[in-house]
């Protein structure tokens, strides 16, 4: 079982900047893909960035794409979402989220942590 435990989040106002962080339980953490997804109650679940377990990113979405940077430090079994330029609609509920497989990644993570709120007031 793999456990993925987020934070980072808070509160900032538009164009300031936000570093999430997901720290994960598994010995094998370095064998997982590993990202993020956000969910707030006026937008369905969305991913937001995904790195591979070698190190590759994966493709960001539009909305965050030359905003958000995502990495990985395996020694640390830790992820991180860089968040800059933060605008109103970028207000959410942040969800680490791993797979073996990057296409479930992006779709149907298997494995979550339980979320960070950020809210960015405008």
């Known amino acids: 079982q793999v456990q993925l435990l987020e934070s980072g989040g808070g509160v900032v106002h538009a164009g300031g900047s936000l570093r999430l962080s997901c720290v994960g339980s598994?010995?094998?953490?370095?064998?997982?893909?590993m990202g993020w997804f956000r969910q707030s109650p006026w937008m369905a679940r969305e991913f937001v960035a995904g790195?591979?377990?070698?190190?590759?990113?994966?493709p960001y979405s539009d909305p965050v794409k030359g905003r958000f940077t995502i990495s990985r430090d395996n020694a640390k079994n830790t992820i991180y979402l860089q968040m800059n330029r933060l605008q109103p609609g970028d207000t959410a509920v942040y969800y680490c989220?791993?797979?073996?497989?990057?296409?479930?990644?992006?779709?149907?993570?298997?494995?979550w942590g339980r979320g960070t709120q950020v809210t960015v007031s405008s």
């Open positions: 989220v791993a797979d073996s497989s990057v296409s479930n990644l992006m779709k149907d993570p298997m494995y």
């Open positions: 598994r010995h094998s953490f370095s064998r997982l893909n």
């Open positions: 790195i591979t377990w070698s190190g590759p990113p994966i």
